[in-house]
């Protein structure tokens, strides 16, 4: 029972850390979404009759403002390198 407790702490406290730390090196901090641009109607009521054309995300690293793709500025949390074009 002692060694499955050890293995369960060992991968909490080593594996958990080395898994963020290579999600962070390979897509970068989250950054939220702070605005939209959209065309369309001002009457539409709901975040999904808007059809948008740009998004702004802010984070760690500053502002990014991207092409929505499709109409959609997609996830709320985007993940974003530092090298990244603006």
């Given at each position: 029972?002692k060694?499955?407790a050890?293995?369960l702490?060992y991968?909490?406290?080593?594996i958990?850390?080395?898994t963020?730390w ?8 989250p950054?939220?979404?702070?605005s939209?641009?959209w065309?369309?109607?001002?009457a539409?009521?709901y ?13 760690p ?10 109409g959609s500025?997609g996830?709320v ?10």
């Amino acid at each position: 029972m002692k060694k499955h407790a050890h293995l369960l702490t060992y991968f909490v406290w080593v594996i958990v850390p080395i898994t963020a730390w290579i999600i962070y090196t390979l897509y970068g901090l989250p950054h939220i979404l702070l605005s939209y641009r959209w065309v369309g109607s001002d009457a539409a009521t709901y975040y999904d009759e808007r059809y948008k054309t740009e998004c702004r995300f802010i984070g760690p690293y500053g502002g990014f403002t991207i092409k929505a793709h499709e109409g959609s500025c997609g996830w709320v949390v985007r993940l974003f390198k530092e090298k990244e074009v603006r």
